[in-house]
């Protein structure tokens, strides 16, 4: 039998990074609390978003600050007219949200480079095309070139549901290139959703292939930036890593 694993969730480690990074502490019963409320804020944040092309939301948490990072295609679309937008979206996080009051709250808007190579941006434009009663083929070979043109390896749409309001619902799914989802080094780009129309849910996921990395190279996730200059000085220590042995009394 074959067992569906996340792409994005199999590479962690590898070539792809939490999208949660806090202190973990077992003794104390609040990480499934802070868990929770990652989870609830992500669904909140891609909800009040909706339409501004957002790809990650990342959180990060330390001792007395927290700090959710956007990356979006469309920044300006968020931070609006010298930035109301922005304190629109935390005066409604800090409504909705229980956090606690000595914690520094902080969020930062970053720009993609390619909004092409994304797949959760391609997830809500073909969304909000299926949404708009536009045909399934018709936008799917549209994003589906898009993604082409951006130099991607390959790309993979499947739609499941009522598709065009058709009594029976089926499953389609549109192409192109390779998708070696087997292949660890591969660098997959995946997202899952669905578009709310009048005759049903109709559910979509992409998968987009933007090339392979080998050891030694740049890591493209934009997660890793930061990282990769400790991590490069961890495992590039010289000499093998002595063993302990106990002496002999």
């Given at each position: 039998?074959?067992?569906?694993?996340?792409?994005?969730?199999?590479?962690?480690?590898?070539?792809?990074?939490?999208?949660?990074?806090?202190?973990?502490?077992?003794?104390?019963?609040?990480?499934?609390?802070?868990?929770k409320?990652?989870?609830?804020?992500?669904?909140?944040?891609?909800k009040?978003?909706?339409?501004?092309?957002?790809?990650?939301?990342?959180?990060?948490?330390?001792?007395d600050?927290?700090?959710?990072?956007?990356?979006?295609?469309?920044?300006?679309?968020?931070?609006g007219?010298?930035?109301?937008?922005?304190?629109?979206?935390?005066?409604?996080?800090?409504?909705?949200?229980?956090?606690?009051?000595?914690?520094?709250?902080?969020?930062?808007?970053?720009?993609?480079?390619?909004?092409?190579?994304?797949?959760?941006?391609?997830?809500?434009?073909?969304?909000?095309?299926?949404e708009k009663?536009?045909?399934?083929?018709?936008?799917?070979?549209?994003?589906?070139?898009?993604?082409?043109?951006?130099?991607?390896?390959g790309?993979?749409?499947?739609?499941?549901?009522?598709?065009?309001?058709?009594?029976?619902?089926?499953?389609?799914?549109?192409?192109?290139?390779?998708?070696?989802?087997?292949?660890?080094?591969?660098?997959?780009?995946?997202?899952?959703?669905?578009?709310?129309?009048?005759?049903?849910?109709?559910?979509?996921?992409?998968?987009?292939?933007?090339?392979?990395?080998?050891?030694?190279?740049?890591?493209?996730?934009?997660?890793?930036?930061?990282?990769?200059?400790?991590?490069?000085?961890?495992?590039?220590?010289?000499?093998?890593?002595?063993?302990?042995?106990?002496?002999?009394?």
């Amino acid at each position: 039998m074959g067992h569906k694993v996340n792409p994005k969730v199999f590479r962690i480690g590898n070539n792809n990074d939490w999208a949660s990074k806090w202190f973990y502490n077992c003794r104390s019963q609040k990480n499934v609390g802070q868990l929770k409320q990652d989870v609830l804020i992500r669904e909140f944040l891609i909800k009040k978003l909706k339409g501004s092309s957002v790809d990650e939301i990342q959180i990060e948490r330390s001792a007395d600050e927290m700090k959710i990072i956007i990356y979006t295609a469309r920044p300006g679309f968020i931070i609006g007219r010298s930035g109301q937008g922005i304190e629109k979206v935390k005066e409604t996080l800090k409504k909705s949200f229980d956090f606690n009051k000595k914690t520094k709250f902080e969020i930062i808007i970053k720009e993609i480079k390619d909004p092409n190579l994304s797949a959760r941006v391609i997830l809500e434009t073909i969304a909000l095309d299926l949404e708009k009663r536009i045909p399934y083929r018709r936008t799917l070979k549209k994003n589906i070139e898009q993604v082409k043109k951006a130099n991607a390896q390959g790309v993979k749409v499947v739609v499941s549901g009522r598709l065009d309001g058709a009594e029976i619902a089926r499953q389609e799914t549109l192409s192109y290139g390779k998708i070696p989802l087997h292949t660890v080094r591969a660098n997959i780009d995946y997202a899952q959703g669905g578009a709310q129309t009048i005759y049903g849910t109709i559910g979509v996921k992409v998968w987009i292939c933007k090339g392979e990395i080998f050891k030694g190279e740049a890591r493209p996730d934009k997660a890793k930036e930061e990282t990769d200059g400790q991590r490069k000085k961890f495992f590039n220590k010289k000499g093998p890593v002595k063993k302990f042995t106990p002496t002999k009394k």
